[in-house]
């Protein structure tokens, strides 16, 4: 809608299609924007047989029409992204006048990565699972009024760095923090190429990200936020402390790009039809071998960003209900239908067994929970990666997304089928 900003958010743990989505409906739009999150994210886009992973740059990249913004929530390792550039770059993509990356976003240090390991080392069994990007080192830095942002590298930033390393490095050395990792000379080496990249990020068009933003809206321009990670790995709402650094559900827009919230028209929230997760932490409906694995193998559940294998499961509507409740989704959008093509039955939770009483609400911890309580469903037992409409999709599978939509009170808009852009479907296309 014009003037409004919609947004796209995943609505578990992650993964669940983010990017193939924003790809897709990037012709709908004049700006696509990540407001929160860093290259812990992977985004993979499928077209015309080629495949990309996106970690910083917004998905809106592929459409020569679309405006491209970092916005001030999001943390940017200045090596990498430029490594992200420089990769659609050979592939022929012009980002330098597509891109715009807002001054007010944080820089990740090559220490902040070091203090990331340190800390997962420190933690032992309890470990996170990050995605040891610097993602907590950064967020800290930044809430505790240490960070290094986009629009000091005009600035004397090199002072600035040698100062943070020198915290980083003497909470490394103290004792209260070991890294079996971390070397001096590799630090100084770091830092070194990290300067480098700042000076060649000058380049780029940094911007007042806000002022920008809120003058094409006045515009009438449309805009849609992408979402990194997933709101059950938000730091507020999501499985803590096994979640990420950042709000990752609707409130993350309005801080992450400075837009009011009488700005934001929709909501997408986007699922898989079953869940996975990567990295440590609670997941009530996980399956452990031979359907676990079978998920894994048919839905190819590999981190994009880190290439570990994904935990999967059934999925889990409790979870699905309370993402819908907390970031307000007025659409959903269920993804890699495709991969249930083969199961006789599919299982999906409607609710927990808590302290032995039954509940749909999730719990506050959830070493409570004894059982998910499932609901069973008959295979379809087709292959449907090539169905064009909603309506030829086989009756068991109409059924299954037909319940989860009732229970959720949120209407289903779109199915994906595959990958590629061209495998999704609408369910009542306007
Ligand atoms: P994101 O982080 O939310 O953008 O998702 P990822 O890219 O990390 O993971 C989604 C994976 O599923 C990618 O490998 C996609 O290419 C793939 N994918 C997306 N939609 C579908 C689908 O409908 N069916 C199948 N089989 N794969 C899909
Ligand atoms: P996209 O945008 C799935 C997970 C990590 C770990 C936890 C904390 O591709 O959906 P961090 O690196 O932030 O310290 O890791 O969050 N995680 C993700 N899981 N998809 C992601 O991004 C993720 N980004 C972080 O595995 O459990
Ligand atoms: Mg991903």
Not at 164 to 175: A, N, P, Q, Y
Request: glycine share 10%; net charge negative.
């Amino acid at each position: 809608m014009k003037g409004k900003v919609d947004v796209l958010l995943g609505a578990v743990w992650g993964d669940e299609g983010k990017g193939k989505i924003v790809d897709y409906l990037t012709p709908k739009y004049d700006i696509v924007c990540r407001f929160q999150g860093g290259n812990n994210a992977g985004h993979t886009i499928c077209f015309n047989g080629e495949k990309y992973v996106l970690h910083l740059i917004p998905s809106g990249i592929f459409n020569d029409n679309c405006i491209n913004i970092i916005g001030n929530g999001v943390v940017i390792d200045p090596i990498e992204l430029l490594k992200e550039i420089k990769m659609l770059e050979n592939k022929g993509i012009d980002v330098k006048s597509r891109l715009y990356i807002s001054k007010k976003a944080h820089l990740i240090l090559p220490s902040h990565k070091l203090l990331d390991r340190a800390n997962e080392e420190s933690r032992g069994e309890s470990k996170i699972g990050s995605t040891l990007k610097g993602i907590g080192p950064v967020y800290t830095d930044k809430v505790s009024r240490n960070g290094i942002r986009v629009g000091d590298i005009f600035g004397d930033i090199k002072d600035m760095v040698f100062n943070l390393t020198s915290i980083h490095w003497s909470k490394m050395t103290t004792g209260f923090l070991t890294s079996t990792t971390a070397s001096e000379l590799d630090h100084q080496k770091e830092n070194k190429l990290f300067l480098d990249a700042c000076d060649e990020l000058k380049e780029y068009n940094i911007i007042d990200s806000e002022y920008y933003i809120n003058q094409a809206l006045s515009e009438s321009k449309s805009i849609l936020a992408e979402g990194a990670q997933g709101a059950l790995l938000d730091v507020d709402f999501g499985t803590y402390p096994f979640v990420t650094s950042s709000n990752t559900t609707v409130g993350g827009v309005i801080t992450g790009l400075g837009v009011p919230p009488q700005k934001i028209n929709k909501v997408i929230g986007i699922f898989k039809a079953y869940t996975t997760r990567v990295g440590s932490g609670p997941f009530p409906t996980e399956l452990g071998g031979g359907t676990g694995d079978k998920m894994r193998n048919l839905g190819q559940e590999y981190g994009a960003t880190t290439g570990r294998p994904r935990r999967c499961g059934w999925l889990d509507l409790p979870l699905l209900k309370y993402s819908c409740m907390i970031n307000g989704i007025t659409e959903l959008h269920m993804m890699k239908l495709d991969v249930l093509d083969t199961f006789n039955d599919i299982k999906v939770c409607t609710g927990y067994i808590v302290n032995g009483g039954d509940t749909s609400q999730i719990p506050y911890n959830y070493d409570d929970i004894v059982t998910p309580i499932y609901e069973n469903f008959d295979g379809w037992n087709t292959q449907i990666g090539d169905v064009k409409s909603y309506s030829d999709l086989p009756k068991d599978c109409k059924k299954y997304i037909e319940f989860i939509e009732k229970y959720l009170g949120v209407p289903i808009k779109l199915v994906s089928l595959g990958p590629d852009r061209e495998a999704t479907i609408e369910k009542n296309p306007q």
